[in-house]
Structures are given as C-alpha cells and as structure tokens.
C-alpha cells in the first residue's frame, strides 16, 4: 500500500524509469516482510495489538521530518481535514494493519496477504455503489477471476479445517486497505499525500494508545528471542526492522517511485508484495502454500491486474 504520489521529493534515486522501478520494488518487498516478522513474534507472546503500536510509533517517527516538511506552509490544510486524518489512521492504518497481523496469528502469512488484497476489487464496488462509476466488463471479468482464486486461497473445494476467525481478520484488513485506497485517492483535500502518510501513523498510534490503556485491546510483549529459520535474533531486532525496513522505508520509497512511474504503473508494482510476503514466509518461517493456494494466488493476482485495466479503460 504504497502508492503515494504528487507529492515534494523526498528520497534521492536514480532518475527515470529505471530509478522508480527500484523504489517500486524496494516499497513492495519491505512491506511484503512485515507478516513472517510478526509471525516469529507473534510465536512468544506478543499481541497484534503490540506489534502493531511498535510497528506505528516507529514509523511515525522515522517519517516525522518528512511529513513537516510536507505541511510547512500549509498547516491549515490539516486542520481542514482532520476528519479525514482520523479515518484514515483509525481505518486505513491502524485498522487494516491490526486485522491483518490477527490474521497472521491464526492462519500462514500467504493466505492472509492475498485476502486483503482483494481489495482494489472491493474499491471498484464501492465506486459502482457509492459513486455510479459502473464497471467495464472487462473490471467484472476481472472481479470474477479474483473470487474464483479466493476460493482456491481459502481451500473450499477441499473441505479444509480453515481458521475461519483469520480469515474473518484477513477480510477485515481487506476493508482497511480498501480505505486506504479510496481516501488516499481523494485529490480534492489538498493535504499532501506524505503529509496525510505521516499524521495518519500518528493518530493510528494515539488510538491503540487509547484503547491499550482502556484495556479494550490486549498489549502483549516479550523479550523471548523469536525463532525464526535462520536463528533466534534479540527481539528488539525484528521490531526495529518492522518499524523502519516495513512501514517507513517502504512508505517513503513508495512516494518517490509513483512520482517517476505514475501511480497506475507503481500500482502493478506494488502486487510483487504477494510474491514478497510468499518468499520471505517460506525462508523465514517456514510457510508455503499448497498447489491450490498458489494456483489461487496466481488467479487473484490475475484478477486484481484484469480489474485495474478495466478500470484504466473508463478513465
């Protein structure tokens, strides 16, 4: 979920296409790594909810000189829309990332990651509903293709035993990224896009302060070295790594690439964080995918890229 655009520079890169072909995939694969992560903390005790609060706090932080550079003169911007900043870090950040790792606690990474990434499907029926931006068949094509691969995904067919409470939390990140999507693209704010990155981590981060210190959301840690395949590391390293290498770096590399590519082709970039999140789960936690799921996984993706040229054909 990185597709940030029109915003000032902010990271150095190689001009051109080539330069923002590498942020693309640089963005992707970061963000691809957060869920074999928190899976190997997940394994000693920590909560989601701490997971996610760490992972927040640090990139809010790494992200806090560019996101007041973004708003320098134009403060009054963020205060005009700051009922947008709320639903989006409640929503779109703190939200969609909260059920994504409930999700990972009690299903594999892949499975998760390719449920929530039905979401630019979810995005083109809010438009159709909402807005009466009707579909080309081309996008239908496109939404029936990714339902048949969520099937696959899921193990339907097989009569599986299937952690019915993830996927409930898969789909529930499926809503936030669709959020994201749909706030992120909304041009009319003015508010720049690092700057509602930025301040969106901040108010994610306050809210499951808030609700961690009403005990509405359970705060579990430990300082137990999660196993992972290659090792035990000190748990502060998978944490600092969560923070930076998976929510600030991806976040700003994202905004530099759809500045060089255009966010429709940063936008197909961006699905490599399937193939990301597969890999690293396989080499960090040991977690593969069966054929079926694979063979799904290719028909969402399939889906997801169908949808988008649909999209691109009303536009």
Same mark, same amino acid.
């Given at each position: 979920m990185t597709q940030l655009a029109n915003d000032r520079p902010v990271l150095a890169a190689a001009p051109g296409i080539g330069g923002g072909l590498l942020l693309a995939i640089v963005s992707a694969t970061?963000?691809?790594l957060s869920g074999p992560l928190a899976a190997g903390l997940l394994g000693t005790g920590w909560s989601p909810g701490a997971i996610v +609060?760490?992972?927040? *706090? &640090? /990139?809010?932080?790494? =992200?806090?000189?560019? @996101? #007041?550079?973004a708003l320098r003169g134009r403060w009054h911007l963020l205060r005009r829309q700051a009922g947008q900043v709320l639903m989006y870090g409640t929503l779109a950040v703190a939200g969609a990332q909260f059920c994504y790792f409930s999700a990972v606690a009690t299903m594999d990474v892949a499975p998760a990651l390719l449920i929530e990434y039905t979401a630019p499907a979810a995005v083109v029926a809010w438009l159709w509903l909402r807005r009466g931006q009707r579909p080309s068949p081309l996008t239908v094509v496109g939404a029936v293709v990714a339902a048949a691969g969520l099937v696959l995904v899921l193990d339907l067919a097989s009569g599986a035993d299937l952690a019915w409470s993830g996927v409930?939390?898969?789909?529930?990140?499926?809503?936030?990224?669709?959020?994201?999507?749909?706030?992120?693209?909304?041009?009319?704010?003015? +508010?720049?896009?690092? *700057? &509602? /990155?930025?301040?969106? =981590?901040?108010?994610? @981060? #306050?809210?499951?302060?808030?609700?961690?210190?009403t005990g509405l959301l359970p705060m579990h840690a430990s300082t137990l070295a999660p196993e992972y395949s290659f090792g035990s590391p000190p748990w502060w390293v998978p944490v600092v790594l969560l923070g930076l290498v998976t929510a600030a770096?991806?976040?700003?590399?994202?905004?530099?690439?759809?500045?060089?590519?255009?966010?429709?082709?940063?936008?197909?970039v961006a699905l490599l964080e399937v193939v990301a999140a597969v890999l690293f789960a396989w080499l960090l936690v040991a977690q593969l995918p069966g054929p079926a799921q694979l063979a799904g996984g290719v028909l969402i993706i399939g889906g997801v890229v169908t949808v988008r040229l649909g999209d691109r054909e009303l536009s």
């Open positions: 970061g963000f691809g +609060l760490g992972r927040m *706090a &640090l /990139a809010a932080l790494a =992200l806090a000189p560019f @996101t #007041l550079a409930a939390w898969a789909l529930g990140a499926m809503i936030g990224a669709t959020a994201y999507f749909l706030i992120s693209a909304d041009t009319d704010t003015g +508010l720049p896009p690092l *700057a &509602l /990155a930025g301040t969106g =981590l901040t108010v994610g @981060t #306050l809210v499951l302060l808030a609700f961690a210190a770096m991806p976040y700003a590399t994202g905004i530099a690439a759809s500045r060089r590519l255009g966010s429709r082709v940063a936008s197909f």
